[in-house]
Every structure is written in C-alpha cells, then in structure tokens.
C-alpha cells in the first residue's frame, strides 16, 4: 500500500499563486505516473495535470500555460506550481500515483486525502 500525503493548499486572491506537494511513501517498488486531479463542489473529479517516471506532462486545456507540474523522483514527490490563480479553480485538489509495490504485483492507483484551494476574487 502506498500512502500520499499533499501539502500547501489555502485562501489565494485571484491572480496569485500556490504551490502544492504530495510525496508517496510505503510499498513502492517504481511510480509510474503522478498526477493531480480536482474536484468542485457539484461537480465531478477532473484531471488537472499528470506527468511520467519519464517527465512526459499532461495539462487539462483549463490550466495550459498557468499551472506547472514537476516530480522528483528520488524523492517519490510530484508538484505542483499554480500561477494566475482564478476563482474557477477553487476545488479540492487530489494527488494520484499509478505505481508497482513489487515486480510481481499488478498496477495499482493510490489517491490522497485531498486539499482545499479557494480563490477569492
């Protein structure tokens, strides 16, 4: 089992910026890809950013040319940096891994507790 622990979330004004973390730990054998995903309230979880082992990235079109996702990964770690926040990105943000516990287990998908990001406008 692997376990995501996210940081950095909070009240932004419009414009602003925040920068999130969320590091893996426990039964990690290799991580494939990382991602975030939010969702708003009524609303259902969407992709906002994944990226590979590789640093392949992937962006929702919604945050192309705002946010910045990022990895390390010796540390199990993925980022991810949000510029030019707007009031439409208020959401709980998740932090997802796809990863292998061993060389004989099968893909696996782990998400984090979530964390809230408001912007006020």
């Known amino acids: 089992q692997v376990q995501l622990v996210e940081s950095g979330g909070g009240l932004v004004q419009a414009g602003g910026s925040l920068r999130l973390s969320c590091a893996a730990s426990g039964s990690i054998f290799s991580i494939n890809t990382m991602g975030w995903y939010r969702q708003a309230p009524g609303k259902q979880r969407e992709l906002v950013a994944t990226i590979t082992s590789g640093g392949s990235t992937n962006y929702a079109d919604s945050v192309k040319g705002r946010f910045t996702i990022s990895r390390d990964n010796a540390k199990n770690t993925v980022y991810l940096q949000m510029n030019s926040l707007k009031p439409e990105d208020t959401a709980v943000y998740y932090c997802?891994?796809?990863?292998?516990?061993?060389?004989?287990?099968?893909?696996?998908?782990?998400w984090g507790q979530g964390t809230q990001i408001t912007v006020s406008s």
């Open positions: 997802n891994a796809v990863y292998l516990s061993s060389l004989l287990s099968g893909v696996r998908s782990s």
